[in-house]
């Protein structure tokens, strides 16, 4: 209590005295803490922000300081205008001073801030944009400008031609979003010019004197090239450039049918209307066209139509003795009529046509309808392999020709099983090359050979448990087998004598066991 005590008296006299100066030293000598870098030249000036003992009058102060702030209250503009929560708020409630040089008195958070309690809300693509896009450095934020051109100066497409209202027609969606209704002009939008931009049509930004006629701005694109006149409207409409309401079939004497209806005009007025009449016949038009070259004569439509060119009505069954059926009927003409029809002739048999594609060569005669038909010359081969040397039985029935026959000379193929599967021979040769003598064609796992009935060597004993391979190791070279029956052939290395009983050894031993030694004398 007498610290306050001491304070009052000091106070007091401080008040008392007549020297501005000492007072004004009094006053820095209260104050609570430096104010921020803005009012810093105003710190030893308390009485320009406070009025001795009447703090009703501070509020006002700081608006008599800060006019544009005081304008916007007064106006019920801006954000201290619009903010509710400002009207009777003192201007300390939200800016505490004295709080030091460095100190942030603003409080202004971005992420939250309402920019509706300002005078442009953000609507529109404004909404996404960053704060800084729009808000320079440096510069307050009341200052930022707020109308359209302000800042889209730069972007504005029309360069300034069109006046700095923007939103007359854009909106702030977007720039290419826009509201203006070209059919209250003197050109109403029809078709497609509706969906056509505006520099289309207004070039190098110019709206004033803009030609209205078709030919004025489609000139360029007049595929007729000025040849029939610059009343586009009579044919042509804004809803497509490529439809043409010109009724050929009503205001001429050829109607368009078929291929005919979709063609371009150019393809047959090739030279003005006005000045030469196409030809009404189809050579006429499609003379290059004619594939036939002219083999065929000019009646081009005794064969064809306006529907399609390779769509042919001639009836081949019908009106000659050949009638098409299989491959021949998705053939061209003149694959078989190369030469004029009234001076060739064809023979009907196949290989009059077939000569070079004989894979035989000549070897199986001139008969092809024998093995083949007009199926495909690889489909539905009728030939029967069972009327020859060599019936196809087992394994072989699936088999494909080329497996065999390796080459078109059919009857040069050989029959025996060796000349095929010499390869998969698993015996190495070492049991002849007649493998029919044990195998069959319907697998070569399958397999019946008798060594006691088909030889003169009987497996028996320690014999029975032997492969093959273990007696007929070597190749015979040919069909017949010829191996040794004498033990002494397969066991001269095991002879434990080393040969001084001869080579006999069955007199004393048998086919189970070595061991089982029976002397015969």
């Known amino acids: 209590m007498a610290h306050w005590i001491k304070f009052w008296l000091v106070t007091m006299m401080m008040l008392a005295s007549n020297n501005a100066a000492n007072a004004a030293d009094i006053e820095s000598l209260l104050m609570p803490g430096p104010v921020i870098e803005g009012h810093a030249k105003l710190e030893t000036e308390c009485s320009r922000c406070h009025v001795r003992f009447s703090k009703r009058t501070q509020n006002q102060l700081c608006r008599d300081c800060h006019e544009d702030i005081d304008k916007d209250i007064r106006h019920h503009t801006g954000f201290h205008g619009r903010n509710p929560a400002i009207s009777d708020a003192t201007c300390k409630s939200c800016h505490t001073e004295h709080v030091g040089r460095d100190a942030d008195i603003v409080h202004l958070n971005r992420a939250t801030f309402d920019h509706d309690l300002t005078d442009f809300h953000l609507r529109g693509g404004h909404a996404s944009v960053a704060c800084a896009s729009c808000h320079e450095e440096d510069r307050k934020f009341s200052?930022?400008?707020?109308?359209?051109?302000?800042?889209?100066?730069?972007?504005?497409?029309?360069?300034?031609n069109l006046g700095d209202k923007c939103?007359?027609?854009?909106?702030?969606?977007?720039?290419?979003?826009?509201?203006?209704?070209?059919d209250k002009t003197d050109f109403p939008l029809e078709g497609k010019h509706k969906k056509a931009a505006c520099d289309a049509c207004h070039v190098n930004e110019?709206?004033?004197?803009?030609?209205?006629?078709?030919?004025?701005?489609?000139?360029?694109?007049?595929?007729?090239?000025?040849?029939?006149?610059?009343?586009?409207e009579d044919c042509h409409s804004p809803r497509d450039w490529k439809k043409s309401e010109f009724d050929h079939d009503r205001d001429t004497e050829f109607r368009l049918r078929g291929r005919h209806r979709k063609i371009e005009c150019e393809a047959c007025h090739v030279e003005p209307v006005n000045r030469k009449e196409p030809p009404s016949d189809c050579h006429g038009c499609h003379r290059n066209d004619d594939q036939h070259r002219g083999r065929y004569g000019r009646k081009c439509d005794s064969c064809h139509n306006e529907?399609?060119?390779?769509?042919?009505?001639?009836?081949?069954?019908?009106?000659?003795?050949?009638?098409?059926?299989?491959k021949h009927r998705d053939l061209n003409c003149d694959a078989c009529h190369q030469g004029k029809l009234d001076e060739e002739q064809l023979g009907r048999d196949c290989i009059a046509c077939h000569r070079a594609d004989d894979a035989h060569d000549g070897r199986q005669g001139e008969d092809c309808a024998r093995c083949h038909t007009e199926s495909g010359w690889a489909q539905r081969v009728l030939f029967d392999h069972d009327l020859t040397p060599f019936p196809l039985i087992g394994m072989h029935a699936s088999a494909p020709c080329e497996e065999c026959h390796l080459s078109t000379a059919y009857g040069e193929t050989r029959a025996e099983c060796n000349a095929c599967h010499e390869q998969d021979d698993v015996h190495k040769g070492g049991v002849g090359t007649d493998c029919g003598r044990c195998h069959n064609p319907n697998d070569w796992a399958l397999w019946m050979f008798d060594h006691d009935k088909q030889t003169d060597f009987s497996?028996?004993?320690?014999?029975?448990?032997?492969?093959?391979?273990?007696?007929?190791n070597k190749p015979v070279g040919g069909r017949k087998v010829d191996q040794s029956v004498r033990c002494n052939a397969c066991h001269a290395q095991d002879d434990a004598h080393g040969g001084r009983f001869g080579r006999?050894?069955?007199?004393?031993?048998?086919?189970?066991?070595?061991?089982?030694?029976?002397?015969?004398?």
Not at 167 to 182: I, L, Q, V
Not at 504 to 517: G, I
């Open 143 to 160: 200052e930022t400008p707020g109308s359209c051109i302000d800042c889209h100066r730069d972007n504005d497409p029309h360069k300034g």
């Open 167 to 182: 939103g007359d027609c854009h909106t702030p969606r977007a720039w290419n979003e826009f509201e203006f209704d070209h």
């Open 206 to 232: 110019r709206y004033k004197n803009t030609p209205a006629t078709c030919d004025a701005c489609h000139a360029l694109d007049d595929v007729h090239g000025g040849d029939n006149g610059d009343k586009c």
């Open 307 to 326: 529907k399609s060119w390779k769509r042919a009505r001639f009836d081949h069954t019908g009106q000659t003795d050949f009638p098409l059926k299989g």
């Open 459 to 472: 497996i028996d004993g320690a014999h029975s448990d032997l492969l093959c391979a273990d007696c007929h």
């Open 504 to 521: 006999y050894c069955e007199r004393c031993h048998n086919t189970d066991s070595f061991r089982d030694v029976s002397i015969q004398r």
